[in-house]
């Protein structure tokens, strides 16, 4: 360990212990109306690891050298912080978000519970599965945009919403797992390891519906007498939105799709990205606000932590590979609460000669974690970006997150190591 390694651990420390200090923040800009505005900009829980990654670059400075610093930061991969910025602004979108709640709404029917009952749970099982085909940032926005507006906007219990947010956050994470490249632990591994589609349905896709399904029964059972007493939202107000025409969702769906398909190549789904821009502002009367600084806080959040997660693989990795495969499905998910999911999988597919169950066990133990905190899966920033006003103060307190969390991870432990 070098005296940088050391400061690099020590900022990644502080940096995970102010994402549990948000609220912390929020409460100084209202103590010191003075200094609001930064009270307030450092409770912002996306702002944390790119204000970190900018100590640490400030530190890298001072103790390697501006070249050092320089090099480090031009050669980090930023692909993930501005796809996820890309696909929420364009998932987030009225035709989209139309398109998405009227299938919502077609399945609900099928579901002959009272209330919002069978409507929530529709959203809680299908759009996280729906995660696997239009990857799990989309579907983290998607699931968010419509759980707000008719579910959190309307005076839920504290209880019910950390509930939803913490069976939200799982089932998005382990969702994604019935194909190659939907979710962010699966990507870093599914090239180098030979992992297709097929491969992932049945090693990993079946047990992880059956987990969706689960916790998705489970929260509704639990709160089943305030879901069912709310009334289900039809849409017919008279200052709802008017249907976009078939055509234009059309487009909007083939942006979605080309963004996707072309989600490892920066410059093309960001070239479609600019096109689509210019299609929302020719169609303005068909849109809503785009959530371009939600999007790019989230894409800031998450850069910062490819800047300072890349700096702890001097004790992640060797931590990592000295478990057995038993450990580390164990290991995995207790370290993707303090880190991206996909880094602890990219260091996995670093080491040549990994056994198929120990490959099995790193992977299963990361997705499983992913809904444990902010930063345990790139999607769940996103969530929390459009999420967060409608809870006290505007902050989503990360004990609260942890403590929901738990027993679906428990669940989709129990499904990946039960059926392994």
Not at 53 to 80: H, P, Q, S
Request: net charge neutral.
């Amino acid at each position: 360990m070098t005296p940088f390694e050391l400061v690099c651990a020590v900022l990644f420390v502080l940096a995970i212990v102010h994402t549990f200090s948000t609220k912390y923040f929020e409460h100084l800009a209202h103590l010191q109306p003075r200094h609001a505005g930064l009270w307030h900009w450092l409770g912002e829980v996306e702002v944390v690891f790119g204000f970190w990654a900018l100590v640490l670059a400030i530190a890298m400075v001072a103790m390697l050298g501006t070249k050092a610093a320089v090099d480090y930061i031009d050669n980090r991969n930023y692909t993930e912080p501005m796809f996820v910025f890309a696909v929420m602004v364009i998932a987030a979108t009225r035709p989209i978000l139309q398109a998405a709640t009227a299938l919502v709404q077609w399945l609900a029917r099928a579901v002959p519970l009272g209330g919002s009952l069978g409507y929530y749970l529709v959203v809680m099982v299908m759009v996280p599965l729906m995660g696997s085909f239009i990857t799990e940032p989309a579907a983290m926005t998607l699931a968010a945009l419509i759980l707000g507006s008719r579910f959190f906007a309307r005076n839920l219990s504290t209880r019910l919403k950390y509930a939803t947010l913490g069976v939200l956050f799982v089932n998005i994470s382990i969702g994604g797992t019935l194909t190659s490249f939907a979710a962010p632990p699966v990507l870093m591994v599914a090239a180098q390891w030979g992992w297709d589609t097929p491969f992932m349905a049945a090693t990993f896709g079946w047990k992880a519906a059956i987990a969706v399904l689960v916790n998705s029964v489970g929260v509704s059972v639990v709160f089943r007498k305030e879901l069912a007493a709310l009334p289900l939202q039809t849409g017919t107000k008279k200052n709802a939105a008017p249907p976009v025409p078939l055509l234009l969702v059309a487009v909007h769906l083939a942006f979605l799709v080309g963004v996707v398909v072309f989600a490892h190549h920066p410059p093309i789904f960001m070239g479609l990205f600019l096109f689509f821009l210019g299609i929302t502002h020719a169609y303005e009367h068909h849109q809503d606000r785009l959530i371009l600084k939600e999007g790019l806080l989230v894409a800031f959040f998450l850069a910062g932590l490819v800047v300072l997660g890349g700096q702890q693989q001097w004790w992640l990795q060797p931590l990592l590979m000295g478990m057995s495969s038993d450990a580390v499905f164990v290991g995995a998910i207790a370290l993707t609460a303090v880190t991206d999911n996909a880094a602890l999988t990219y260091l996995g597919s670093l080491v040549e000669g990994l056994s198929d169950s120990f490959k099995y066990a790193l992977v299963a133990g990361a997705v499983t974690g992913g809904g444990l905190t902010i930063i345990a899966n790139a999607p769940n920033p996103a969530g929390i970006a459009i999420l967060r006003p409608h809870f006290h103060e505007g902050v989503v307190h990360p004990l609260g997150l942890l403590l929901a969390a738990l027993p679906p991870t428990v669940v989709a432990a129990a499904a990946f190591w039960v059926f392994r």
